[in-house]
């Protein structure tokens, strides 16, 4: 099955035209399909149509979803514990400060920083459909029934 795996995060706080230089530098890097951004007020919208005119402009294919949250992060991380659990995300082996800071404060939670797992989650949120949930919905591949069977017998 799909793998979401965390490769990289930056737990720190940047304002406009840095965080978008941020956002960018990462983005040629990792190359992702979807990234999410947390929409926070007046100035989360505005940071998220500024990277959508810059990446129009660039001529980049980025998909920006905004992503409000509403529940606390103890109720967010227990939405994505069982994944973890499931091995369906996965930490990267990479050194890097950002996975540092990323392994620090999931060990730490609930006490202190949060904010590399609250993008973890974020990112998770949109790409739900690269992950395949676990529990009694999911089948082994084995077990499921061919699509094209049915077709068998059709004539064109």
Do not use: C
């Not at 490769?7 to 720190?12: A, H, P």
């Not at 940071?47 to 606390?72: C, F, H, K, S, W």
């Not at 995300?89 to 890097?96: F, L």
């Not at 009694?136 to 059709?154: C, D, E, I, K, V």
């Amino acid at each position: 099955g799909a793998k979401f795996v965390i490769e990289d995060v930056f737990g720190g706080v940047l304002f406009g035209p840095d965080g978008e230089d941020l956002f960018f530098a990462k983005a040629a890097l990792f190359k992702p399909r979807v990234t999410a951004v947390e929409k926070n007020g007046i100035i989360g919208a505005e940071y998220i149509q500024n990277l959508r005119v810059r990446a129009a402009g660039l001529g980049l294919p980025y998909i920006i979803q905004e992503v409000q949250t509403m529940n606390d992060m103890v109720f967010r991380m227990s939405e994505i514990a069982p994944y973890f659990r499931a091995q369906q995300i996965m930490v990267s082996d990479a050194v890097s400060s950002g996975l540092d800071v990323f392994r620090t404060e999931w060990a730490r939670f609930p006490r202190g920083h949060d904010d590399t797992l609250s993008a973890v989650h974020l990112a998770w949120q949109v790409s739900k459909h690269l992950v395949t949930a676990p529990g009694a919905a999911y089948r082994p591949r084995r077990a499921q029934a061919n699509p094209w069977n049915s077709l068998a017998g059709m004539k064109v």
